[in-house]
């Protein structure tokens, strides 16, 4: 868990994550779980949506205590979330709904 992080999974719910292709050639779990996008809507940083369906909760990697099952992988969209009081209260807003 990186500094500053309490483990409440906020970040890792509820927000459009992505993948890149660069992301799944390091991680091959990330190329076998996740739902790849189409190629005429994929980007340099999206080529992977890590929720399975529109209504899931959470991360296809978050596991049952809020961990990540591919953290020392972990995509670049995620490594470039740096917690802080602010970061993160906005994320438990947002997946509160508010
Ligand atoms: S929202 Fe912040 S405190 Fe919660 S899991 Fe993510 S980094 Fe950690
Ligand atoms: S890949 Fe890991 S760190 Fe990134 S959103 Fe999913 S569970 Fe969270």
Avoid: W
Wanted: with cysteine.
């Amino acid at each position: 868990m990186v500094k500053g992080c309490i483990g409440c999974g906020a970040c890792c719910r509820k927000y459009p994550l992505f993948a890149s292709k660069a992301d799944a050639e390091r991680e091959p779990l990330i190329r076998k779980e996740a739902h790849e996008l189409p190629e005429r809507v994929q980007d340099k940083t999206r080529a992977y949506e890590l929720h399975r369906l529109p209504d899931q909760e959470a991360c296809i990697f978050n596991d049952q205590n809020n961990r990540c099952r591919i953290y020392a992988t972990r995509p670049a969209m995620c490594r470039n979330f740096i917690p802080s009081p602010k970061a993160c209260q906005a994320a438990r807003e947002r997946i509160a709904g508010r």
